[in-house]
């Protein structure tokens, strides 16, 4: 069983246009992000949910914007794609935990290309 | 803010060679430290953990032991082998009270073992 899910895999689009990254997981956690990998490997937080409330916003552009229906997905929207988007982007969960932090678990990832 | 410094790749080592990949942190509080490591085409996966100075994290035969002194958290194996080549993360998590925190990673170490 897959914990962490992403769709696409691969997202290879035109700069201006908008497009959607899914992410599901099945391990019951209460807390979902989205990390955002560039072309050197670097891994950067750019949003958490918990319990359908944003908790963290990294100096995200605007044109991006995480949509959780339910405790299980939380979805990426990326409007008017620029050319510096194209990253890898990773989803990852991690249960909700008093007194001490825990590890989170991720997703394949999804390599977006903006061309 | 946090931080995490990790040393430079790539870094190739002959099979069987003993491993040592150096991670320091900077951080207000008393965060939690991990190694995650990422396979070509994949995901990230936890490889271990430490949640409080002077626990040591194994897994694998991999192993770091939280340092408080000297703000440390070195991996280490005895004896690496072809299939260990891999991206390798130090990173850590600061526990805020809404358990919604990010990951602060470092650069990340690709680690090459030859036959």
């Known amino acids: 069983d897959t914990a962490v899910s992403q769709t696409p895999k691969y997202l290879v689009t035109q700069m201006g246009n908008d497009k959607s990254i899914k992410c599901e997981q099945n391990l019951g956690h209460d807390t979902m992000y989205w990390y955002k990998q560039d072309s050197k490997k670097f891994l950067k937080i750019m949003f958490s949910y918990n319990n359908k409330e944003l908790i963290i916003n990294e100096t995200v552009p605007n044109r991006f914007s995480p949509k959780s229906p339910d405790k299980a997905h939380l979805n990426l929207h990326i409007n008017s794609l620029e050319l510096g988007d194209s990253a890898v982007y990773f989803c990852?969960?991690?249960?909700?935990?008093?007194?001490?932090?825990?590890?989170?678990?991720f997703g394949p990832g999804t390599r977006l290309t903006v061309t | 803010g946090d931080s995490v410094t990790q040393m430079e790749g790539p870094v190739t080592l002959s099979e069987e060679a003993f491993l040592t990949i150096n991670c320091t942190y900077t951080a207000t509080g008393y965060p939690s430290l991990f190694w995650y490591v990422q396979y070509p085409g994949e995901g990230l996966q936890l490889l271990l953990k430490?949640?409080?100075?002077?626990d040591k994290g194994s897994n694998k035969g991999f192993e770091a032991t939280y340092r408080k002194e000297t703000t440390s958290f070195h991996l280490e194996k005895g004896s690496v082998q072809v299939s260990d080549s891999a991206v390798y993360f130090c990173?850590?998590?600061?526990?805020?009270?809404?358990?919604?925190?990010?990951?602060?990673f470092g650069k990340g170490t690709h680690l090459i073992i030859q036959p």
């Open positions: 430490a949640t409080k100075a002077d």
């Open positions: 990173a850590l998590r600061e526990y805020s009270g809404g358990g919604a925190d990010g990951l602060t």
């Open positions: 990852a969960s991690s249960p909700m935990e008093g007194g001490g932090a825990g590890e989170q678990y």
